[in-house]
């Protein structure tokens, strides 16, 4: 599908040039810039041919870090081994870092691809990976999917990212995220900084939280550059149910769509063996 290009790309602008060196993205990824029919930002992500291989390893080690600390999984291995000894092998595997719900990886998958993909394209950094704090690792988690920060730019960036996984791509769910996105851009900050900061100080890197809750003080002057990313991975018609997107949401936003012939397929070669990768 032929996305509408326009002379200078917006999502450059906003979001930064696609990665093109040092990066898994430019490697496995091609992508067009242009516009939706109602003149929102739009960057259509495809595969190229014969990188998914490599593309399925280093989705594997994004969902790890996402998912779960170094140090938990250095823990985790000892306490398998030590259950082994005992011989509770069986039990000790019922302990899971991963979610085995096929919706909730999915979506998971999504959201993980599109914080990484924004930290390439945007040279911004990810204070706390959310994934990690999910009480239940089968549901999916609340607040907002990205949030990444670029706290020593001039002026201060952030990015506040919604994203979407479907098998069959749909105008409905492209709605769903412009409209997610809205109500974040009405609200002014985002929802989720107040988890962000909390997880900070409970750290004990209160640094880096002192210049996150700085944020909100710049934003009430105006001074926070505040920018939205929503990104949806479906189906071979996914860019073609994004551009037919009508309506300009906010300033500085931008929707990414990720077009497969099999999407499901991608999120199961990479969550495969993941569990008994750590152990």
Do not use: W
């Not at 595997?93 to 990484?116: C, H, M, Q, W, Y």
């Not at 791509?169 to 988890?195: C, D, H, M, W, Y």
């Not at 001074?223 to 990104?231: A, E, I």
């Amino acid at each position: 599908m032929a996305v509408k290009k326009t002379g200078k790309s917006d999502c450059d602008t906003i979001l930064g040039p696609h990665p093109d060196k040092n990066s898994i993205f430019a490697e496995c990824l091609s992508a067009t810039d242009g516009s939706t029919d109602g003149g929102s930002a739009h960057r259509n992500l495809e595969e190229v041919a014969g990188k998914r291989k490599a593309l399925v390893s280093e989705a594997r080690e994004m969902l790890k870090r996402h998912h779960v600390s170094s140090e938990a999984i250095v823990r985790d291995k000892k306490r398998m081994e030590a259950m082994k000894k005992l011989g509770f092998e069986t039990e000790a595997r019922k302990l899971k870092r991963f979610p085995a719900s096929d919706t909730t990886r999915k979506g998971n998958f999504a959201e993980v691809i599109l914080a990484e993909y924004v930290l390439a394209a945007t040279d911004t950094s990810l204070p706390v990976y959310r994934l990690r704090y999910n009480p239940n690792i089968d549901q999916s988690m609340k607040g907002d999917d990205v949030l990444a920060f670029g706290l020593d730019d001039n002026p201060v960036r952030l990015f506040v990212g919604e994203a979407k996984f479907r098998k069959q791509s749909s105008k409905q769910v492209v709605s769903e995220i412009a409209e997610s996105l809205r109500k974040s851009n009405v609200n002014g900050l985002p929802t989720s900084l107040t988890f962000v900061l909390d997880r900070l100080y409970e750290a004990g890197n209160n640094a880096l939280a002192e210049k996150v809750q700085d944020c909100v003080v710049l934003s009430a002057k105006g001074k926070l550059q505040l920018s939205y990313v929503g990104f949806l991975m479906s189906d071979g018609n996914c860019a073609q149910r994004v551009q037919e997107m009508d309506g300009k949401l906010v300033d500085r936003f931008v929707i990414i769509s990720f077009g497969l012939d099999a999407p499901d397929k991608l999120v199961e070669q990479c969550f495969k063996e993941l569990e008994e990768a750590l152990t």
